[in-house]
């Protein structure tokens, strides 16, 4: 079971961060309404009436989204610590939903509302940590900035102007990514710690023909080609690949499951050229993601009428592509898997690509002390992640980020964009004790 916080997180402080997260989740920060810089100005009334200076927070607009930094100032001249989490949420339709997702409500031990786990739980989290710091007199010997972004769900432009600002931390600590997993029989089974991501790319398939009318067909047509292209893709596997983030999490992900595909795990971390082990891990979906770049179609169109040949078929493929590996590359081999120049490939939009960061002792000592004091001897997993997270931005400008989520909850209870998404109550406590413990450990 998981243990009771540490006595360092008052019941006070508890309370307030149930405050902080609940009127988080009313202000929608959906994309398009312009809700973003009025929870940035939230946030900082809170950290202002903690004794934050005025000069100590910035709110940046940027449209019709913000970004926000607000900074606990270190005693020395090291290099900062970053904290990171993004204040705006995916959509949300109230017809869907069994309550208003706007409308916080605290019910059966839940607190329900759009962004409640995706990524206003931490946010609120952070805030409040940072607040009872600032009125504690804590002294860091690291300056502590928190970076908010404001369109992670979207574009993550604001990302990128938070990233080019403060490209000269010593690392950043993400709140949106890692997580402590539960068991339905309520004990504590690992902590995920995401130091990599994979780089989401889309690809845009297309062939096109004159047409013509469907009784006179011809030995070309698009939609035909443009469909043997996508078997050839669909059948295609990526050389499997590790780094060490993947090794070092792959070994421990090994003795948790165990049977077949646990030795299957442990063989390919210690032999990624295990030929067997690595056909065994890409027939589970649920590691698959973990040995390589993976590709598949997602959407397709093609045609304009019933009774006429089609002048065009187009296709999205989308890859999630293994640190280290370029855009370029991915596109290339897609390439010569397709083997038709009738099939041009284009990428979609500007993907960023970002390698792993590295397993540093002091991260991951702060973050095992952190997770031990509330479920001891917990398996902390090194996790590559296959979504993408602010974190991006950051290693791409040469900030080691870490996902340290201080969210621990059960499977079951996981609805992070999808309906009725919640958190439990009793998450707070500790997920404060989670917090405190970092940036007091990694701020000395």
């Known amino acids: 079971m998981l243990a009771a916080a540490p006595a360092f997180a008052r019941p006070a402080d508890s309370a307030t961060a149930k405050r902080i997260l609940i009127d988080s989740i009313a202000i929608p920060t959906v994309a398009g309404r312009g809700k973003v810089p009025a929870l940035a100005a939230y946030y900082a009334g809170v950290l202002k009436a903690a004794g934050f200076a005025e000069g100590d927070i910035v709110i940046t607009p940027m449209g019709e989204t913000a970004t926000f930094a607000a900074t606990l100032s270190g005693t020395g001249k090291a290099k900062p610590i970053l904290l990171l989490g993004h204040m705006d949420v995916v959509a949300a339709d109230p017809k869907d939903w069994v309550r208003d997702p706007f409308v916080p409500v605290e019910e059966n031990g839940y607190i329900f509302g759009r962004g409640a786990e995706d990524n206003k739980f931490d946010v609120a989290m952070m805030i409040a940590t940072l607040a009872q710091l ?47 997993l539960i068991g339905e029989d309520g004990k504590a089974q690992y902590y995920n710690l995401q130091a990599g991501e994979k780089t989401y790319a889309d690809y845009r398939l297309e062939v096109t023909n004159a047409g013509g009318h469907s009784s006179r067909p011809g030995p070309l047509n698009a939609i035909a080609q443009l469909s043997a292209a996508l078997a050839r893709v669909g059948a295609y596997r990526f050389a499997p690949q590790q780094n060490a983030l993947t090794r070092a999490g792959m070994s421990i992900v090994a003795d948790q499951v165990g049977g077949e595909i646990g030795a299957a795990l442990r063989a390919f971390a210690a032999n990624p050229a295990d030929k067997d082990a690595a056909a065994k891990i890409a027939a589970d979906p649920e590691y698959v993601g973990q040995i390589g ?43 010569n898997v397709v083997a038709d120049p009738a099939v041009s490939i284009t990428v979609v939009g500007d993907p960023t690509a970002s390698d792993a960061s590295p397993l540093r002792p002091d991260v991951m000592a702060a973050v095992t002390r952190a997770v031990h004091a509330r479920a001891p001897n917990l398996p902390i997993i090194p996790l590559m992640s296959a979504a993408a997270t602010d974190s991006v931005h950051f290693r791409v400008a040469g900030v080691p980020s870490y996902g340290v989520s201080s969210l621990f909850i ?22 404060l004790a989670h917090w405190d413990g970092l940036l007091r450990d990694l701020s000395k």
């Open 134 to 180: 600032k009125q504690d007199g804590f002294k860091p010997r690291r300056s502590i900035i928190l970076l908010l972004s404001g369109d992670e769900e979207t574009s993550m432009a604001t990302t990128r102007a938070l990233a080019a600002r403060y490209g000269d931390a010593e690392f950043a600590l993400n709140g949106d990514d890692g997580v402590g």
């Open 293 to 335: 770049t993976t590709c598949v179609p997602t959407m397709v169109a093609g045609g304009h009428a019933e009774n006429a040949l089609p002048q065009r078929a187009t296709a999205n493929v989308n890859c999630r592509i293994f640190p280290g590996v370029s855009v370029a590359a991915v596109k290339a081999e897609l390439e």
């Open 410 to 431: 059960k499977a079951s209870d996981s609805y992070a964009h999808g309906l009725d998404e919640r958190v439990p109550v009793d998450a707070i406590p500790p997920a």
